[in-house]
């Protein structure tokens, strides 16, 4: 029962992305992860990272959801939280299909007033490697992403 419900979490998120169609993509380059979000220039806004370079038994999704606390002229402040989905790996492998939770703390930076979709991102993840809970590790990401549209 739970596993359906978090399935069906995970399935209302995505097709929350597609119906506002994804606004903001980033490449974090040293963690080879993918991430497609809402608008990020928003109040509250969902982000769903990708795992890029990996056996495909161990492709990993995560969900997220996001709130910007802060915001200067340059760069916006968030934090959030989710969960990370193994779905390869739960289909081909019978591995769990909650491969862990993670919180997010990090920041926007929008240096270039000539392209001010352009966007240096940063960001620390506490992760939770299971369950329950027995261990864990604190992630870190860098890397660019870009806002379609107008920013505020």
């Not at 974090?28 to 509250?44: D, E, Q």
């Not at 369950?131 to 860098?142: A, D, K, N, P, V």
Request: charged share 15%; hydrophobic share 40%.
């Amino acid at each position: 029962m739970r596993k359906s419900l978090l399935m069906l979490g995970l399935i209302l998120a995505l097709s929350s992305m597609i119906k506002i169609h994804a606004q903001a993509v980033s490449y974090y380059p040293w963690n080879n992860i993918l991430s497609v979000s809402s608008n990020a220039t928003k109040r509250l806004w969902v982000d769903c990272r990708f795992q890029l370079n990996s056996f495909s038994s161990s492709l990993n999704t995560e969900p997220a959801l996001m709130l910007n606390v802060a915001k200067t002229g340059k760069a916006n402040f968030y934090v959030g939280g989710g969960v990370n989905f193994g779905f390869v790996g739960a289909i081909v492998n019978k591995d769990d299909l909650i491969k862990g939770y993670f919180g997010s703390i990090g920041t926007r930076i929008y240096p270039l007033e000539k392209l001010p979709q352009l966007s240096i991102n940063y960001e620390i993840s506490p992760y939770i490697n299971n369950i329950q809970g027995t261990s864990g590790i604190i992630r870190s990401w860098l890397g660019v992403g870009y806002q379609f549209g107008k920013t505020k």
